[in-house]
């Protein structure tokens, strides 16, 4: 979520490949406690981005530890290329892979959909880049940001805070009274 510009959100994706100002701070989400995190900029977080390598398009994969597709790859030992990326289900999100075999037809094989993967990487190719300091550190446990009752300072532009309040969370005078500073 950018700070300075009104309804202005990234996803992760788009905010690692660089989308939008490079200038404007950014609060992270972090999951479902919506804990808000604020993150460097990230000009000046160049040195601490980092590439990505893996199964993404271009990769060579052959049969994985959860293979049970029989020769549908050509045979075993038979290499392929990940051509493309989606969901194999409605509700597994970026779970699968399309894969055009080198002695075989193409296939549609999971990685990560019910927590089986289909494939090994035997040649990664680039997925893009990432800021390290700029995601959440996973298996640590996270509380909520602010609990009911809590009061809070801003220090921002009083207007573009309620700009950003109304059009995110529908602003009620009643909620609170706000002053500037």
């Known amino acids: 979520m950018c700070t300075e510009c009104c309804d202005f959100d990234l996803c992760t994706e788009c905010y690692m490949a660089d989308k939008h100002d490079l200038t404007h701070e950014f609060l992270r989400i972090d999951g479902p406690t919506l804990k808000r995190v604020l993150v460097p900029k990230r000009c000046d977080s160049q040195d601490n981005k980092v590439e990505v390598k893996g199964m993404f398009l271009g990769a060579k994969v052959v049969r994985g530890q959860d293979w049970k597709w029989g020769d549908q790859d050509g045979e075993s030992g038979k290499q392929g290329q990940v051509v493309e990326r ?16 080198t002695a075989g037809p193409d296939s549609i094989c999971r990685v990560g959909h019910n927590g089986k993967v289909d494939l090994k990487c035997v040649k990664p190719t680039s997925g893009g880049c990432y800021y390290k300091s700029h995601l959440q550190v996973l298996g640590k446990k996270t509380e909520p940001y602010f609990k009911k009752g809590d009061k809070v300072k801003c220090f921002r532009n009083l207007e573009n805070l309620l700009r950003l309040q109304d059009k995110r969370f529908k602003w009620m005078d009643s909620a609170a009274k706000v002053r500037s500073v």
């Open 86 to 101: 989606r969901h194999y289900a409605t509700d597994s999100y970026r779970s699968a892979v399309k894969v055009l075999w």
